[in-house]
């Protein structure tokens, strides 16, 4: 009996253990995608042989459009059935599984096969559903169509606006290879391929060449060799594949965020409106001289759809038509400062810009009345500097976005901070909506952020990165604010010394 109870207990132990085990590796699933962690991702390899895993920051910008992309691309695979599953990974929440995998951009999307976890296969960047649904399909067999005659030909042309046909003399040479490898990663293009000799004949063409085809007419023409590398062909299709004046839409928007040109210049109109075709015109006179160098956008301020990218840049219909450059990689923006919109003056703009010569555009809300009677002060783009940047008062300010619940969930301990210091006339505490008031200022990282700007001469920030609780936050600016008055006590004999000096070199002249 004894013996029989020790079994039924170690059996018992055993079946909670195995079940804590199974329970703490289990694979949640998020919209038909593998909620992925540290704990799971090895199982997830072994039981799916393709396992395309994106992974990404879910309060960054750019990884809420390739969720929400991705999903969609998860429930189509489902509905078919396919043998492909996916699966995400929150890199703030996995920062073991992201580092162990040496991901280095987000968002970033790798499909790993027969649970080989080093070696994936990187996807390129593909911005929407169909783009990842197509990238697959291309994966298991051509990924360009094979165009053998005239008739093939003009259905291929008509089914897209836009589409990329390679014509080579032998469908067997290494540089059809690379056109192959190319349409791979192009996966939001179709791409077709021919060697027939009335095809060559009906584009005037001799060598192997790739033909963009836009509306069914040839457009741009590109002759490659033996020493035509992937990377080459991929910057012609994507330098070529938008028109000289792009619209923004639905189905724009990714491709011009895709776009290897990172200079933007945006036309903000309204199309209905009397002088929209001069304008327009200008705009596309400019645009041919700067191929390469600047991508033009327009933006239509009538279409309700685009409140959104019209909310981004803090353009209001009524201020259009307005004329505003941005680079992606900084989002710095910079606006035309002229109310003329001719082709002389965009030009001249464009070439300021580039030469490094045009200003930054520092946007700001209008100063609330009575921002500084409040114990935290409500900082806007026009008085940020004034108030952070001086001398004789410490100033903390917390930068944060109106949207961010993380940034609101802050709002209760700014003000215990406040009061905390409220005794303190050197001391001030501050915040600012960094998404409606422009700094110059590089905050480095996401909001809501936290930066000490210590009572010194010379302009300091001082970045708080501990935990965001009132008593390890007033250690930090004791500990600052103490650091600082010795720097200002240093500074000022430095001062008072230069300043004896200049006074006895005066009297010796005297």
């Known amino acids: 009996?004894?013996?029989?109870?020790?079994?039924?207990l170690s059996l018992c132990v055993y079946l909670r253990e195995a079940l804590a085990e199974s329970d703490s590796n289990s694979i949640l699933e998020d919209n038909d995608v593998l909620v992925l962690t540290?704990?799971?991702?090895?199982?997830?390899?072994?039981?799916?042989?393709?396992?395309?895993?994106?992974?990404?920051?879910?309060?960054?910008?750019?990884?809420l459009g390739s969720i929400l992309e991705f999903r969609e691309a998860a429930v189509?695979?489902?509905?078919?059935?396919?043998?492909?599953?996916?699966?995400?990974?929150?890199?703030?929440?996995?920062?073991?599984?992201?580092?162990?995998?040496?991901?280095?951009?987000?968002?970033?999307?790798?499909?790993?096969?027969?649970?080989?976890?080093?070696?994936?296969?990187?996807?390129?960047?593909?911005?929407?559903?169909?783009?990842?649904?197509?990238?697959?399909?291309?994966?298991?067999?051509p990924s360009a169509e094979i165009i053998s005659n005239l008739t093939q030909l003009e259905k291929f042309i008509g089914e897209d606006w836009l589409v990329v046909l390679g014509l080579f003399k032998g469908l067997e040479e290494d540089i059809v290879k690379v056109f192959y490898e190319t349409a791979n990663d192009i996966a939001d293009l179709p791409f077709g391929v021919t060697g027939h000799d009335e095809i060559f004949s009906k584009y005037e063409i001799s060598g192997d060449t790739v033909l963009l085809i836009r509306r069914s007419k040839p457009d741009k023409q590109f002759e490659v060799g033996s020493s035509t590398l992937k990377k080459d062909l991929v910057h012609f299709i994507r330098l070529y594949e938008m028109e000289l004046v792009t619209e923004y839409n639905g189905v724009t928007a990714s491709k011009i965020l895709n776009s290897v040109v990172l200079n933007h210049l945006l036309l903000f109109i309204n199309k209905t409106e009397d002088g929209f075709e001069e304008l327009y015109h200008a705009f596309e006179t400019t645009a041919e001289k700067l191929r390469g160098k600047v991508m033009f956008v327009m933006i239509d301020v009538s279409e309700p759809r685009n409140g959104r990218i019209m909310e981004y840049f803090r353009v209001r219909s009524e201020e259009a038509p307005q004329v505003r450059m941005v680079n992606l990689s900084d989002n710095v923006q910079y606006q035309l400062p002229?109310?003329?919109?001719?082709?002389?003056?965009?030009?001249?703009?464009?070439?300021?810009?580039?030469?490094?010569?045009?200003?930054?555009?520092?946007q700001s809300e209008p100063i609330p009345e009575n921002w500084d009677t409040q114990p935290v002060k409500e900082l806007v783009g026009m008085n940020f500097e004034k108030v952070a940047f001086n001398h004789n008062r410490n100033v903390i300010v917390l930068f944060y976005a109106h949207w961010s619940s993380e940034s609101r969930a802050l709002f209760p301990l700014w003000e215990e901070l406040a009061e905390h210091f409220s005794e303190h006339e050197d001391i001030v505490v501050a915040k600012i909506d960094v998404t409606s008031n422009d700094v110059n200022l590089h905050l480095g990282e996401k909001y809501p952020s936290i930066k000490l700007f210590p009572a010194v001469y010379v302009e300091r920030v001082v970045p708080y990165s501990g935990k965001r609780k009132l008593k390890p936050i007033v250690t930090f600016m004791k500990k600052e604010i103490e650091k600082a008055k010795k720097e200002k006590a240093k500074e000022e004999e430095q001062r008072k010394t230069y300043l004896d000096n200049q006074k006895a070199a005066v009297k010796e002249e005297l």
């Open 1 to 8: 009996m004894k013996v029989c109870f020790t079994l039924c």
């Open 38 to 63: 540290e704990g799971n991702f090895e199982r997830a390899l072994k039981q799916h042989n393709q396992l395309l895993v994106h992974f990404y920051a879910p309060l960054s910008g750019q990884s």
């Open 76 to 141: 189509a695979l489902k509905e078919a059935k396919s043998d492909v599953r996916l699966g995400g990974v929150d890199v703030k929440k996995e920062k073991g599984l992201f580092a162990s995998l040496n991901v280095t951009t987000i968002p970033s999307i790798r499909l790993y096969l027969s649970g080989d976890k080093n070696n994936p296969v990187y996807c390129p960047d593909l911005k929407n559903s169909a783009s990842i649904l197509t990238w697959l399909k291309r994966r298991k067999g």
């Open 338 to 362: 002229s109310d003329q919109f001719d082709a002389h003056t965009v030009l001249e703009f464009c070439l300021s810009y580039l030469g490094g010569k045009a200003k930054p555009k520092l």
